[in-house]
């Protein structure tokens, strides 16, 4: 689907804060609120809003993150991703190009349960290696 100036505009509004409403994102963009209204409608209809979520503030997240790069065996990635999804701690699974296949991001309460779950990722058949990374800070978050 094409966007134009103004879908961009409130995207980036919507970004930032997604609860504000019709008629104040209608305000900032200089539009009328049904216009507005109506770009929803359609950006929703077509999936370019996928939905719109809640970014946990540092006091709600659990304690450590990590982020694990795992490199697959040939043709063992539906294997490897079913695996990755039955575990809770795992809460992204991105594939990629490069030395690593895939980039898991991890969430724990304790480093027992952290230490657990990247055992479980490497013992994973069809995963040839994995390396791990502990989150320390985080210094930007502009997503969600």
């Known amino acids: 689907m094409q966007t134009d100036e103004a879908d961009r505009d409130l995207l980036a509004h919507l970004a930032e804060n997604a609860r504000l409403p019709v008629a104040t994102l209608a305000r900032k963009l200089g539009l009328a609120r049904t216009t507005v209204q109506a770009r929803l409608d359609r950006l929703e209809a077509s999936g370019v809003i996928a939905g719109y979520s809640v970014r946990l503030g540092q006091d709600a997240r659990p304690a450590l993150r990590a982020t694990a790069l795992v ?14 999804k039955s575990l809770p701690q795992v809460r992204r699974v991105h594939t990629t190009s490069g030395r ?8 724990a309460k304790t480093t027992q349960e952290l230490d657990e779950t990247l055992d479980r990722i ?5 995963v040839r290696s994995s390396e791990s990374l502990i ?5 930007l978050d ?3």
């Open 71 to 84: 490199s697959i065996e040939p043709r063992s990635g539906p294997a490897v991703l079913a695996r990755l």
């Open 100 to 107: 690593f296949d895939l980039i898991v991001t991890l969430e």
């Open 122 to 126: 490497g013992e994973a058949k069809g």
């Open 135 to 139: 989150h320390l800070s985080t210094k």
């Open 142 to 144: 502009r997503g969600a």
